[in-house]
């Protein structure tokens, strides 16, 4: 995994932009801290930071392969999880490799087959390719969307980068935020609407597109979309295929040079991973696999059960440690650490965020760093199984808007009249969501229920799963940890997308029929547990810190959020004990100690990246 940026102009001399070009990668040394590389051949260039998992001698990139007089030309970040299979294709085509790495496997796949390529990638990705035959640069980005890459076209100037700080280093690139990006920011955030940069001129390229840059202009296209038909599968043939499936899937992404790990919650999602983890490791005599897992001083004074979060995750984590045999670490934090955690994430992500849900994750990967360069994590089975609260309550499901987020009045009064009046936040949010549902691909024939679940599936998987992914690569690629999700596998994906409501209900449970696929992987007890998430803090010390960060916030005048936001409205919710501690605001974890982290948030965003509102 690594960074990239770079920027292709098709006038001028850029070896004279040489420093932006430094100054643009080095903005990424948190994400490839092991090398550093540039190119510049006009009219491109290109900068990577690398960090090292597989082929550390010789994955050196910018990788460059000279055919004849022909030039090609990579930044990539990822890795692509059917390597040994292409490379065997191209050997058989002719083609003769230099390295063991992924990143000239891609490269000779796209001399070979050009944009087409992809087709044939199983794995996450970013990358940009010069083409000097047909004279363009060529981009994409994974299937679901699992490696970022932002861009932005100004004054005949393609600009890119793997996070929004690596552009706006680039001199034509202004930390410039519209009434669209200020809409994204209060009534989406921390979520963003696929395509959407928040700041001016910035987009990022949406998951499963390609991108054409040439003299012609720009042009960007889908090569992937979820297909709907007709799932012919029994519920045994069903349950026998998703083994099958997430099973190849694991084992394809255990492969690194480096140390490896997985995340252990204790739930159903982390622990199948772990379990076929450990499987795989018995049969290859690959020895012990090391476990993580988080938690919060006080926690198990401090959590109180509700229908988000029914149950405490430690007794299940010891549980899974003791039925494996697995190398465990148990990792804890405690609340100064999670409020000084704050900023940094905000850094990280180069805009607000999920608060402590994500300032703790930071946290954790800086730990797990200590001892692993790649992690394995349970993201994405919620979305594509319909693991969440909203896919079960009728209130959510019918909602009429983003079912993780269905307080948008209240949201919306948290900002000044000048402000409503100009980004009309309501509209927007629900003018986004209408396009959500226009995008869904409708299977003929299929009505009531079965359609109102593939309407709320797509939701998920097109809107909230991009949220935490996003959240994963950020805090993850922060210090320098390489994160992998088995469940974001395409094919997974696909299959799991036509399996019928009823199907996936199978049992009368959430997630049934992933439940009946990990039968004999499991024991019961974890294999039929209710979902709880990501944990996150009860202590009621972090509501006060963050309650009074922001109030502290609102008494200085300097302060860049105050222009935006309707001050008495924040002090009547701080001086509610109840809607302080209760307040929904976003998916399962963020309430009202999240709110007030969260606008704290956005005012040191605003702050330190000197961001413009116009």
């Known amino acids: 995994m690594c960074g990239i940026t770079g920027f292709i102009q098709w006038s001028g001399d ?67 999880y059917n390597a040994a299979e292409l490379r065997s294709e191209l050997v058989k085509r002719g083609h003769h490799f230099r390295t063991h790495c992924d990143t000239e496997v891609l490269l000779v796949s796209y001399i070979e087959w050009g944009p087409a390529c992809v087709d044939r990638f199983n794995g996450i990705f970013a990358f940009a390719i010069w083409d000097s035959v047909r004279e363009q640069v060529f981009m994409a980005r994974d299937r679901l969307g699992v490696k970022p890459l932002f861009y932005a076209y100004i004054d005949g100037t393609l600009i890119f980068g793997s996070e929004p700080k690596a552009l706006l280093q680039h001199p034509k690139m202004e930390p410039v935020v519209g009434p669209e990006g200020l809409a994204e920011v209060f009534i989406i955030g921390p979520a963003r609407t696929p395509g959407q940069g928040v700041y001016k001129d910035m987009k990022e390229l949406r998951a499963g597109h390609a991108m054409i840059f040439s003299r012609d202009g720009l042009r960007s296209y889908a090569y992937w979309r979820l297909d709907s038909h007709i799932h012919e599968d029994s519920v045994e043939e069903t349950a026998a295929k998703l083994r099958e499936l997430l099973q190849d899937t694991l084992e394809r992404q255990l492969v690194s040079d480096v140390p490896i790990c997985t995340l252990l919650s204790g739930g159903l999602d982390s622990s199948a991973l772990t379990a076929l983890a450990v499987q ?40 899974m440690v003791e039925e494996l045999g697995t190398q465990h670490h148990y990792i804890e934090f405690d609340t100064p650490e999670l409020v000084e955690s704050l900023n940094a994430s905000t850094l990280t992500r180069d805009l607000p965020g999920m608060a402590d849900v994500d300032g703790s994750l930071y946290l954790f990967c800086r730990e797990i760093k200590k001892g692993a360069t790649v992690a394995v994590s349970g993201e994405a089975a919620d979305e594509i199984f319909g693991g969440y609260p909203w896919f079960h309550r009728e209130e959510m499901l019918n909602s009429g808007t983003f079912p993780w987020s269905v307080a948008p009045d209240m949201r919306a009064s948290l900002l000044s009249p000048e402000i409503r009046e100009w980004i009309r936040p309501l509209d927007y949010l629900g003018d986004r969501y209408a396009d959500a549902v226009r995008e869904v691909p409708k299977l003929r024939g299929e009505t009531g229920q079965q359609a109102k679940m593939r309407v709320m599936s797509y939701l998920n998987i097109t809107r909230f799963m991009p949220t935490l992914l996003d959240r994963k690569d950020r805090m993850s690629m922060g210090v320098g940890l390489e994160v992998r999700v088995p469940y974001c596998d395409h ?58 960060q922001m109030l502290d916030i609102l008494d200085d005048p300097s302060a860049p959020i105050l222009p935006l936001i309707d001050k008495n409205k924040i002090l009547e919710i701080a001086a509610s004990p109840e809607a302080s501690s209760n307040l929904p605001w976003f998916g399962q974890l963020m309430s009202g100690p999240q709110l007030f982290a969260y606008l704290a948030q956005v005012n040191n965003w605003l702050k330190t990246y000197n961001v413009a509102i116009r």
Request: charged fraction near 25%; include cysteine.
């Open 280 to 319: 795989y490791y018995n049969r290859t005599n690959q020895g012990q696999v090391h476990t993580y897992s988080v938690d919060y001083v006080g926690n198990e004074k401090h959590f109180k059960s509700h229908a988000f979060q029914p149950g405490a995750d430690a007794p299940f984590i010891q549980r």
């Open 14 to 80: 850029l070896t004279q932009d040489s420093q932006i070009l430094v100054k643009m990668t080095e903005t990424m040394s948190d994400r490839g801290p092991d090398a550093s590389g540039t190119w510049i051949s006009n009219p491109c260039a290109f900068g990577h930071r690398r960090l090292s998992v597989i082929d550390p001698e010789n994955g050196a990139q910018p990788m460059i392969v000279h055919d004849d007089d022909d030039v090609y030309a990579i930044c990539y970040n990822g890795e692509l």
């Open 491 to 548: 094919r997974l994906v696909q299959y799991v997308w036509n399996i019928p409501w009823e199907i996936k209900m199978t049992g009368g449970r959430e997630k049934g029929i992933l439940r009946k696929a990990l039968e004999g992987v499991l024991p019961d007890d974890v294999l039929y547990r209710k979902k709880s998430p990501y944990p996150k803090t009860h202590n009621p010390d972090f509501l006060a810190a963050v309650k009074q």
